[in-house]
């Protein structure tokens, strides 16, 4: 008996040791597959329309207060409205945390191998609804959890992916816009998280990022090395034009967590099968423990 008591004792010191929840990899997999369902989330179109109203609702839900950033831009003579989504966790805690992601969808799979289907639009299972995945999974912890140190913004950028290959020009346009217009407090650290979904998730270190931003990868890559989450490979990668650039540019901390070695990556192929809820659960682990983390 006396064994067990001392069990025990060991089982609860040790949970009490943890100062962070546990990220559901499943419930994040299930947020993954349930935008896929809505069908491709293209700009201007019904699907990306029921994308928002189901990330407002989850935000909702979770005490989150919203705020929305509604902007138009012109791309091949085209209009398209983007609405850049904010959820904000602790609003009145000056210390903060921004976490992002784009949950747009590209209109063309213009990488397929196949160039009949250069002009359909892509399921986006690794490219959008991955980050946006994981921003939900934490915002249903920061409800269920005591509050962490920092109040935590999770932003949701719209028209990331509209560009054409070898120019910077119409890419990113929710994140330059959210830059040019910051609506809320400067957060201390910021984390940009695009295509975390792959079964075969190797995670370099952008150039970008660790440019600007070095001593915040290596907080993220030293929690990664502590939880023994092997995905992160200390191995400076490609410089990425991605959303957290403008905000490099406006001297926001921030850094893309992106495997960008996916094969599927603008192909009918990125699809939910091509992903897992083991890699989704190595980064949301990550990224909740450096959000709640003293
Ligand atoms: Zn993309």
Redo the contacts with the bound molecule.
């Keep these: 008996m006396k064994k067990y008591l001392i069990l025990l004792s060991v089982i609860l010191i040790f949970m009490g040791c943890q100062a962070y929840p546990d990220f559901q990899s499943d419930r994040a997999y299930q947020y993954l597959i349930k935008q896929t369902e809505f069908g491709p989330r293209v700009p201007n179109s019904n699907e990306i329309e029921l994308c928002r109203e189901f990330i407002i609702q989850t935000l909702e839900e979770n005490g989150a207060e919203i705020l929305t950033q509604e902007f138009e831009v012109t791309i091949s003579d085209s209009l398209y409205e983007g609405i850049n989504i904010i959820g904000r966790f602790y609003p009145r805690q000056p210390r903060r945390i921004l976490l992002a992601a784009h949950y747009d969808?590209?209109p063309w799979a213009d990488k397929d191998s196949n160039s009949e289907n250069h002009n359909l639009p892509i399921s986006?299972a690794n490219?959008?609804a991955s980050g946006v995945a994981v921003l939900l999974e934490i915002a249903n912890l920061l409800n269920e959890q005591q509050p962490p140190e920092y109040g935590i913004d999770l932003v949701f950028f719209d028209l990331?992916?509209m560009g054409s290959y070898g120019s910077d020009d119409n890419w990113c346009h929710g994140s330059r816009y959210f830059a040019n217009n910051f609506p809320i407090k400067k957060p201390e650290k910021a984390i940009l998280l695009d295509?975390v979904a792959d079964k075969d998730l190797n995670i370099e270190i952008e150039r970008f990022s660790y440019h600007d931003s070095p001593a915040l990868v290596n907080e993220v890559w030293d929690i990664a090395e502590d939880l023994g989450i092997e995905n992160f490979k200390r191995k400076i990668g490609l410089p990425i034009y991605d959303d957290h650039v403008p905000l490099l540019e406006i001297g926001i901390n921030i850094i893309d967590i992106i495997d960008f070695d996916y094969p599927y990556?603008?192909t009918i192929e990125d699809t939910y099968d091509k992903c897992s809820a083991e890699s989704l659960g190595s980064v949301g682990k990550v990224i909740t423990k450096l959000v709640y983390q003293k």
Excluded: P, S
């Design positions: 969808t590209r986006g490219d959008a990331e992916d295509m990556w603008h």
